[in-house]
């Protein structure tokens, strides 16, 4: 795994003032969890890859395809370098309630559904069959039905498959099984490590330990601001990451 | 409540016909009744020889309510009072500074000069709303009072004549800067930027998080409207046939009622052109129907107040029992 091309880097990463700085390389194929105590920096972490917010020391970088790299200093940036970011608030920063369940899924990528520089129903519609199929998500007549008459689990998969339209090398998911059954959680498990072995990189940042131990190859603990420790293989216990999380040597 | 109920059942067999009715409230309903009204008192008005003129004296209260809406549907408070005033504008500049000044008729150049200063003044209220991040209101009133201060200084009394094709706009051939209008807008809906417009206007946390560009979009919209209101002016100017500079301003309010009376949420995201136009017609409907018995026009406002008042509470009754009907489902 250590020798697939990096996707996306942290040099002297820091999130606040006078915490110390990290660094950090996110792999192709590889599936990163972040882990911590509520506001202990995973947030911040994932936010600050995603281009949301600005390093107080550091960058995060992405390479190009021509070589070289590029840094990424804001949302639009990351979102042209191939990131795509699925927030944790769905209700307040993921859905358009009062959008239907197609348009919910196109509206980050409509340029897509052009034909003839006009947006062509049909053309929406195909693309939106395949990830359907792909996260097998079950909504009624999506053209007409509003977002907000589907579960929580399947309106957490349109809005998988509004990131995923992006085509992205790295996939950013904050805390994406918050309030998700337990059938949905399995097929999104399923579905995050098909796209890995595909070669995408994914981060998860998960509020459950147990889920970063079933899905994650490397689990990031962060304590106060500050990379506590990466474990990986067979360090990462169950022990290990919440003696971490609370700043006990293990 | 009969009328409503059966329109339901109707709407329920076809879901077109509802997605139109779920988008315009209750503005066709209003517009079929206050149409058979006025079709009865005064049938020579509304016979189809008389439909130029007739679409000719509603124009500019359409064209100001077309033009009021994109604004509006950007949401977070989105809403550009300065329409009425950049219909005086250009009112005043077509007629006192192009045709008569500098003696320019040719309707390519009135038509561009129109729209160049609705567009210019949109990027001015786009930048002071979006990029400045001045509340709408507030600094689309900075450009109504700029607005309406220019104009009557270049123009204190009414004055001057236009030429012949443009009074024909106002006539004969009234059905022209409207249709250009709604064909535009068309096109427009087709587009991406539609889709973002209504998406920003629906949740612009939700939107920002997506990728879209919020603030472009929102300027963009008030460039849209800045356009449309310069071709509203130009039907003014066709309607009234001379430089007037009082008459403009008075279509801000209305043309906002309008656009609430055709189901466009001031909130943003909901609703669309053709509500608005709705909205714009049962006013003007209304307007000539109590013309006809002679009603004073403070009787008229009294009337707009209560028709719109009426219609957004209906309109939020149906938004609480349409939510009921889907949930039952």
């Known amino acids: 795994m250590s020798d697939s091309p990096i996707t996306l880097s942290a040099r002297g990463l820091s999130l606040k003032r006078g915490a110390a700085p990290f660094d950090q390389d996110i792999r192709r194929g590889e599936i990163v969890g972040l882990a911590g105590l509520d506001g202990h920096g995973q947030d911040a972490f994932m936010e600050t890859l995603a281009g949301l917010r600005a390093p107080v020391t550091g960058s995060v970088t992405a390479p190009l395809a021509k070589g070289g790299e590029r840094a990424i200093t804001s949302f639009r940036r990351a979102v042209q370098s191939g990131i795509a970011y699925l927030p944790r608030d769905r209700r307040a920063t993921g859905i358009f309630p009062s959008m239907s369940i197609l348009d919910n899924f196109a509206i980050a990528t409509v340029g897509r559904d052009r034909r003839l520089g006009l947006i062509s129903p049909a053309e929406r519609r195909k693309r939106y069959d395949y990830y359907r199929e792909r996260l097998s998500i079950v909504a009624p007549e999506p053209g007409r039905n509003l977002i907000t008459t589907l579960s929580g689990g399947n309106q957490q998969k349109v809005l998988l498959a509004r990131a995923l339209a992006h085509k992205p090398d790295v996939l950013l998911l904050n805390d994406p099984t918050r309030g998700v059954d337990i059938a949905t959680r399995r097929v999104l498990y399923s579905v995050f490590r098909e796209l890995a072995n595909e070669g995408m990189a994914l981060v998860v940042l998960s509020t459950e330990i147990e889920e970063a131990l079933v899905l994650c190859d490397r689990i990031l603990v962060f304590r106060e601001q500050e990379l506590a420790a990466p474990l990986e293989g067979v360090a990462r216990s169950s022990e290990r990451i919440i003696a971490t999380m609370f700043g006990r040597a293990a | ?329």
């Open chain 2, 1 to 329: 409540m009969t009328v409503l109920a059966t329109s339901s059942s109707a709407a329920g067999r076809a879901p077109a016909l509802k997605a139109i009715w779920r988008q315009t409230g209750f503005a066709p309903i209003l517009f079929i009744i206050l149409l058979a009204i006025n079709i009865f008192i005064n049938p020579a008005r509304f016979a189809p020889s008389a439909w130029g003129t007739l679409i000719g004296l509603a124009a500019p209260l359409i064209g100001a309510a077309i033009a009021s809406a994109p604004a509006i549907l950007g949401g977070r408070g989105g809403i550009d009072i300065s329409v009425g005033p950049i219909m005086g504008f250009v009112n005043a500049i077509v007629v006192l500074v192009l045709i008569q000044k500098l003696g320019l008729t040719s309707p390519w150049i009135v038509v561009g000069a129109a729209v160049a200063i609705g567009g210019l003044v949109g990027v001015l209220n786009g930048f002071l709303a979006t990029i400045l991040r001045i509340q709408p209101i507030v600094a689309t009133l900075g450009t109504y009072l700029l607005l309406v201060g220019t104009t009557l200084t270049i123009l204190p009394a009414p004055t001057g004549t236009v030429p012949v094709w443009l009074k024909a706009l106002g006539g004969p051939l009234s059905i022209l800067p409207l249709g250009a209008v709604f064909l535009i807008w068309f096109g427009i809906r087709r587009l991406p930027y539609y889709d973002h417009l209504m998406a920003v206007g629906s949740d612009d946390r939700a939107a920002y998080t997506a990728g879209i560009p919020v603030t472009l979009v929102r300027f963009l919209s008030y460039v849209i409207t800045g356009v449309f209101a310069g071709v509203a002016g130009l039907m003014m100017t066709a309607l009234i046939g001379s430089a007037d500079p009082s008459i403009g301003p008075t279509y801000t309010l209305i043309a906002i009622s309008a656009v609430a009376l055709g189901g466009v949420s001031l909130a943003g995201g909901r609703g669309g052109l053709i509500g608005a136009a709705i909205g714009a017609i049962d006013i003007f409907l209304l307007q000539s129907a109590l013309t006809y018995f002679n009603f004073s026009t403070f009787v008229l406002q009294i009337a707009y107040g209560s028709i719109l008042v009426i219609a957004i509470v209906l309109t939020a009754l149906q938004d609480r029992w349409l939510g009921r009907s889907r949930e039952a489902r």
